[in-house]
């Protein structure tokens, strides 16, 4: 008595693989070429739903197995905490309007900011990011040599010019205590933008803790990532950055349903364009 499929025991007979094994083979190099496009930072499910919106329909526990197959896995960011913050005791200090409520109601409601450094052989590289708090995008980044006050005030104007110009009223520029945020010019810079400054009251990496995470997948998906570096000088890591900024704009986010920043930022208007309706 038979205990399989006769279809499974006269494929075995004839060498002829199975339908699965046909499926596998296709999938296979799909999968790969989307993990590679995505900094090869992708765990199961995000893969998953990368290959749904790629157009080929597949199981997760197929991408799971055929992940396994292929000997890749997502990036687990365990992060050491990188201390950039420099402060001038001197400085007036601006009140926390955030208090560790990292949510906004709309575009250029609250933007959060940092710093992180990157060694390269050729010296330190510093990059400021300035992240939408609404949509999780990256509006706004400088790399440079120098963690000066100027480098972050370019990175504030990036973003201005990125939404539009010099027009923030109501908006929120939240950062820790460093010297470039407690600055005289950082405080005129976001009066003409119309934005006020905000600083975490307790000093530790809850206050930032949005500006943190950005950080955190920076260097865990670039700078420290599957097959990055060595970094040997500051334009090295310039150039990566400015494509790894554009691709976090159009990876999928779980806290927006799986949108990406470009996908989901456009939502306020048109449910406001709704709701008017």
């Known amino acids: ?9 006269y494929a075995s007979k004839t060498g002829a693989p199975s339908a699965r094994a046909q499926r596998d083979v296709v999938m296979m190099p799909i999968l790969k070429a989307l993990f590679v496009a995505n900094y090869r930072v992708y765990g199961a499910r995000k893969l998953w739903i990368a290959a749904g919106r790629a157009g080929h329909e597949i199981g997760r526990d197929q ?6 197959a292929l000997d890749i896995e997502g990036v687990t960011r365990r992060r050491k905490r990188v201390w950039t913050t420099v402060r001038d005791d001197t400085a007036a200090r601006s009140p926390d309007l955030v208090k560790r409520d990292f949510t906004a109601t709309a575009p250029n409601d609250l933007w959060v900011t940092d710093l992180t450094y990157v060694p390269t052989w050729a ?13 999780r995008m990256i509006v706004g980044w400088r790399c440079a040599a120098h963690m000066r006050t100027d480098m972050v005030i370019d990175a504030l104007h990036m973003a201005a010019w990125n939404r539009g110009g010099l027009d923030l009223e109501g ?3 939240h950062s820790d205590d460093g010297s470039q945020f407690t600055s005289i010019l950082w405080g005129e810079q976001l009066a003409q933008l119309g934005a ?10 809850y206050d930032n803790a949005l500006a943190e995470t950005v ?14 570096g060595p970094w040997h000088n500051v334009d090295e890591v310039e150039l990566a950055t400015l494509a790894w900024v554009h691709w976090h704009n159009k990876r999928l986010h779980t806290a927006h349903g799986d949108l990406t920043p470009t996908e989901f930022g456009p939502r306020w208007n048109q449910i406001n364009q709704r709701q008017a309706a």
């Open 1 to 9: 008595m038979l205990l399989i499929a006769p279809s499974t025991y």
């Open 63 to 68: 991408v799971a197995r055929l992940m396994k």
């Open 123 to 135: 010296g330190v590289a510093y990059v400021c990011f300035i992240v939408d708090v609404y949509s």
């Open 171 to 173: 908006l929120r520029a």
């Open 196 to 205: 006020v400054p905000s600083i975490g009251t307790v000093g530790d990496s």
């Open 215 to 228: 950080n955190g997948y920076y260097e865990a998906e670039l700078i420290h990532g599957p097959d990055q």
